[in-house]
């Protein structure tokens, strides 16, 4: 019998009204795969995201989570298998961080009932994982981007979604966060989470991710390893300019620079 994928692409297609389309987008990730979505600045990696988290509707194709249609599942139960970690989380009134990631708990409750006492112990193990804990009673807008980046990760972990999406891991983070959300990452992927991640950084990618998608004009060029994507010719042919492809000394793994 087949397995159950976690995400299944077939045949998709979608087109903005003002024209830009992804055509032709088939890929699977399996159960507990970090994937990654690579490519120039709007090769339509969010527009994919967006699609596979239900917020935008493909006009042909297949878009199947666990075996279902994303529109056409209650919103509760979208909200139980899949999150989106987006670029734009803008909250419409100055709740304080905590009030934030307790957010991502909404979709476990029941009407009325309020937060249970497991999901506090949830919301203070997520705040902790992303270290923001020590934000928690601040207001959200009070922090830097890269920590409100990190909140915004928490509120996702919260969720307890089968899979996420997330776009742009590690924009506004330094170093040190840059690693403390790649093994945050890494851990949710030991629990069996699937992980659907847009980089602009590949070397990141590289390090993180099972496999990589590389994207041009709304179109996957190419899906592979690590190895097989960060190829010379394949970022040539991608980004239009000239890379050298070396590894990492300890990871193995290929890293991309500028040539
Ligand atoms: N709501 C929208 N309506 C119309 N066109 C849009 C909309 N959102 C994005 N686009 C266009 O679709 C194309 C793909 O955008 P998308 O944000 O998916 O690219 P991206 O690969 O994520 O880019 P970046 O790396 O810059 O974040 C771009 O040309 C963009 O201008």
């Given at each position: ?11 998709l297609y979608f087109r903005y009204r003002t024209g830009f389309s992804l055509e032709?987008i ?16 709007g090769s339509g990696k969010t527009t994919l995201l967006k699609i596979?988290?239900?917020l935008l509707k493909p006009q042909k194709g ?153 994207m041009?004009n709304g179109r ?40």
């Amino acid at each position: 019998m087949c397995e159950l994928k976690a995400v299944k692409v077939e045949n998709l297609y979608f087109r903005y009204r003002t024209g830009f389309s992804l055509e032709n987008i088939e890929f699977s990730v399996e159960e507990g795969e970090f994937f990654g979505i690579i490519g120039p600045n709007g090769s339509g990696k969010t527009t994919l995201l967006k699609i596979l988290s239900g917020l935008l509707k493909p006009q042909k194709g297949t878009v199947l989570l666990f075996g279902k249609v994303p529109w056409e599942v209650s919103r509760k139960e979208m909200a139980k298998t899949v999150t989106l970690v987006s670029q734009d989380f803008f909250p419409s009134y100055d709740f304080t961080v905590k009030e934030i990631v307790e957010m991502g708990r909404l979709p476990h409750q029941r009407l009325l009932n309020g937060a249970s006492k497991r999901d506090e112990e949830i919301v203070l193990k997520s705040l902790e994982l992303t270290d923001t804990l020590k934000f928690s009673s601040r207001t959200f807008w009070t922090l830097s981007a890269g920590e409100r980046r990190k909140v915004v990760l928490s509120k996702a972990i919260a969720q307890d979604t089968k899979i996420l999406l997330v776009d742009e891991l590690t924009a506004h983070l330094d170093y040190s966060n840059v690693s403390l959300v790649g093994n945050v990452m890494r851990k949710l992927k030991e629990s069996g989470k699937t992980i659907v991640a847009v980089f602009h950084d590949i070397n990141v990618a590289s390090l993180l991710c099972d496999r990589l998608a590389v994207m041009k004009n709304g179109r996957i060029i190419k899906i592979g390893a690590p190895t097989e994507v960060l190829d010379e010719g394949v970022l040539r042919s991608v980004f239009e300019t000239e890379f050298v492809v070396l590894t990492h000394p300890v990871t193995k793994k290929p890293l991309a620079f500028l040539k």
